[in-house]
């Protein structure tokens, strides 16, 4: 890890980041960094304490002339979105995160950074160290396994916190104040096929899809990116169209909260002059599409052993007609909020092996009806391919408090500090206000952090710049919150 980091101002901040980042912390195998957050509490002697789900907690008194304010909770998440590209070698559950310069950004050597939500994370830690810098009464909340499945959140119980205003530091535009977010349901559809012998005149090919941008499946959904699992039905669609087609394996995407950026597929193949004109033209047409959005589309077609069974036919037309008429992408816009993405989805992993086929989207809305409505159409598609199809992870939306109070000592201090207005808006990421406001419906909630950009990809990077300029905002906001 470059020394340099270290060197970045503000140092309490980077300092503890670079500590963070040492530490693995996969989303549900996060029991290092919860032992890594219990000794730094314990190593400052204040009061730490984890709960029944994993969650860790610490508070620590008000600075003197500050302890008429109400208590503050800072809240961020200790897990992070592992993403690697295909050439990079390394191990996020037990490797450290390789960080380096880049002009005004930190990033990661060929894999996530983790600044969502390390940065909130960091900034947290650097504050209950700090012995000069006037707050009020700080709890810090630091939840688990936000990324696939918020059950920190969700397994957080009424009565353990006692702040009566929560800051959530995981907002990734700087000059945003966030105060809604989208709810969320994981859709899975599935089922079962009867395997096949490969006939004798067919051809072994590996079909590939990689070089594309991915990103965060609800902050990023907007911008038009390719999604590697449609992209891949697409080919396979249209080479059964022209030519004889057998299925034996395909393993696309990753994690739910991902744009897919990978695919690869092995298939059986009856070639003719046609077919390899006809993929070659697909191909050109599709990244002609995504020249502007994804000038890095690779698609191959690779010549490989025959495989030695395949999927029956009516399985796999079934399957990739059920793909293809899936919804993926961007479903409604807000007719509340302009510019605001109301409901989408996102076909986030296939997979294909062994006589098994597993589908999984993760459905946003910030409309619980709307919400349900795409899931309901999505299980309506797959189970007319003969599909089961199950809910599951199911959390609910930050509804807007634009009477917030939190919210008025924000943006007045944001105008002081900075002398121009913050964006006041709503995002259509899953934040975990929403759920932590049903056990805590009396607490004033509100969201900011630094700009951090390609969350969820490899491309992840923060601002240096831009931390400095959340750092000395979160400052003044303690400074200036209500008594």
């Known amino acids: 890890m470059s020394k340099d980091i270290r060197e970045l101002e503000p140092k309490a901040v980077w300092n503890k980041f670079a500590d963070l980042n040492a530490v693995p912390r996969p989303s549900k195998k996060e029991e290092r960094v919860i032992q890594f957050m219990l000794d730094f509490g314990a190593s400052l002697q204040l009061e730490t304490l984890k709960d029944e789900v994993g969650n860790v907690i610490i508070r620590k008194p008000a600075t003197p002339g500050l302890e008429n304010k109400k208590m503050v909770t800072l809240q961020s998440h200790l897990d992070m979105v ?7 070698i390394f191990d996020f559950d037990t490797q450290g995160i390789q960080m380096y310069i880049d002009g005004d950004w930190v990033r990661a050597k060929g894999t996530t950074l983790g600044a969502d939500n390390g940065m909130g994370v960091a900034t947290i830690m650097a504050l209950l160290e700090s012995t000069n810098i006037p707050h009020p009464a ?7 396994d936000e990324e696939t499945g918020m059950t920190g959140a969700m397994g957080l119980k009424g009565g353990v916190l006692q702040g009566d205003i929560l800051l959530n530091l995981d907002t990734e535009e700087d000059d945003e104040i966030d105060i809604g977010c989208a709810g969320g ?5 599935r089922r079962i096929y009867e395997l096949e012998p490969v006939q004798a005149n067919f051809t072994g ?12 499946s609800g902050m990023d959904i907007h911008r038009g990116l390719g999604n590697a699992n449609k992209i891949m039905n697409r080919l396979l669609y249209n080479i059964s169209l022209y030519t004889d087609l057998a299925i034996s394996e395909i393993d696309g995407g990753s994690l739910r909260n991902a744009i897919p950026r990978e695919s690869n597929a092995i298939v059986a193949v009856k070639v003719t002059d046609e077919f390899l004109a006809n993929f070659e033209k697909l191909v050109n047409t599709i990244k002609s599409e995504l020249k502007v959005t994804e000038p890095n589309l690779v698609i191959s077609l690779t010549e490989v052993s025959l495989p030695e069974s395949v999927m029956e036919k009516d399985a796999q037309q079934k399957m990739l007609r059920g793909i293809y008429a899936a919804h993926n992408g961007v479903y409604a816009m807000s007719a509340s909020m302009a510019d605001l993405v109301e409901t989408s989805n996102n ?3 296939v997979i294909v092996k062994d006589g098994a086929i597993k589908i ?6 910030s409309v619980n009806s709307g919400k349900m409505d795409l899931a309901y ?8 391919a003969d599909f089961k199809v199950d809910f599951s992870g199911d959390y609910p939306g930050w509804n807007p408090n634009p009477d917030s109070a939190i919210l008025k000592v924000l943006s007045a201090q944001y105008k002081t500090v900075f002398g121009t207005d913050a964006k006041v808006v709503a995002c259509h990421a899953g934040l975990e206000c929403g759920i932590l406001g049903q056990n805590y419906p009396d607490m004033d909630m509100i969201s900011f952090g630094p700009t951090i950009k390609g969350a969820h990809s490899p491309d992840e990077r923060v601002s240096i ?12 906001v303690l400074k200036n919150s209500p008594a």
Do not use: M, P
């Open 185 to 189: 349901v994981d859709v899975t559809a």
């Open 347 to 349: 076909i986030a992993r």
């Open 465 to 476: 710049s831009s931390v400095q300029k959340f750092w000395k905002f979160t400052l003044e």
């Open 82 to 88: 592992h993403q690697k590209n295909n050439d990079t």
């Open 205 to 216: 090919y590996k079909v590939t899809v990689k070089g594309l941008n991915g990103g965060h």
């Open 377 to 384: 159409a999505l299980k309506s598609v797959f189970e007319l």
């Open 138 to 144: 700080l709890e810090a909340l630091f939840t688990i």
């Open 360 to 365: 999984g989207c993760l459905t946003r809305s």
